[in-house]
């Protein structure tokens, strides 16, 4: 199979990441995977969730959404799906696997994830691209001393693999990720350890050895994704 944009089916899209990209963000990047770019941003609340009121202990938690035309037609604005919540649940649930809370105190820090283009593998971006904003936002904590240390206990990536007309792909636009015939969100550490598998049979059903080899297909396409988050936080990380 050849793909659309030239890349091997063990490949995933260039990556551009603009670290501190909103200026009044405590931590934020434009991240740009291929033509998908979304736009994460982390905000410091001196408040936690009533749950936690008394505990000494933060939170993080995120919300996502797309901007009316960054699709083929116009979402309407202020109208969330299941697929939002599930999507921004997902978010959450990552870097919260990373992160020790207590040492944040009663602190909520508050992860927007704003897809402003789409094509494939927006959620994925998120989470790889939210993980940096949340570093840096950490990072501004501990400079102003509020808080001892960064608090993560690893790094954290996504990405998609799929299985499109017979071939294992990493990394699905959203042409391939339309006519996948399996198709698979893996969240990943830094240390190799999953957080969350997704997988759906879109058109046909899959196989322990097929899952294997796209599990190993992600943990690649994460590793490279993780690399370039250590050289982007090595000044704080």
């Known amino acids: 199979m050849i793909r659309q944009d030239g890349r091997g089916l063990d490949k995933i899209r260039r990556v551009q990441i603009n670290r501190n990209y909103i200026k009044y963000a405590e931590g934020s990047c434009l991240i740009e995977l291929g033509n998908t770019r979304v736009i994460c941003t982390a905000s410091i609340e001196e408040s936690v969730p009533p749950f936690l009121k008394g505990t000494g202990t933060g939170w993080v938690t995120a919300e996502y959404g797309m901007l009316p035309r960054s699709c083929h037609t116009r979402i ?3 109208k969330n799906s299941g697929r939002t919540y599930e999507i921004q649940r997902l978010v959450g649930r990552s870097l919260r696997a990373i992160c020790d809370m207590k040492p944040i105190g009663e602190r909520t820090i508050r ?15 998120s989470i790889t691209g939210s993980f940096l904003a ?3 936002a950490l990072y501004k904590l501990k400079k102003g001393g509020l ?10 990536a996504a990405t998609s693999v799929g299985i499109v007309n017979g071939d294992l792909l990493l990394d699905l636009t959203y042409e391939e990720d339309s006519k996948a015939e399996v198709d698979m969100n893996i969240v990943m550490t830094g240390g190799g350890e999953f957080i969350e598998i997704q997988g759906t049979a879109e058109r046909k ?21 993780v690399d370039i988050q250590r ?6 990380l």
């Open 76 to 78: 309407q604005r202020g």
């Open 111 to 125: 992860i927007d994830c704003d897809v402003i283009q789409a094509d494939g593998g927006t959620r994925t971006a």
């Open 134 to 136: 949340l570093a840096d």
């Open 147 to 156: 808080i001892n240390k960064i608090p993560v206990k690893d790094f954290v």
């Open 205 to 225: 059903t899959f196989n322990k050895d097929q899952t294997d080899k796209l599990l190993t297909l992600a943990k690649k396409g994460i590793e490279e994704l």
């Open 231 to 236: 050289n982007l936080l090595k000044d704080i």
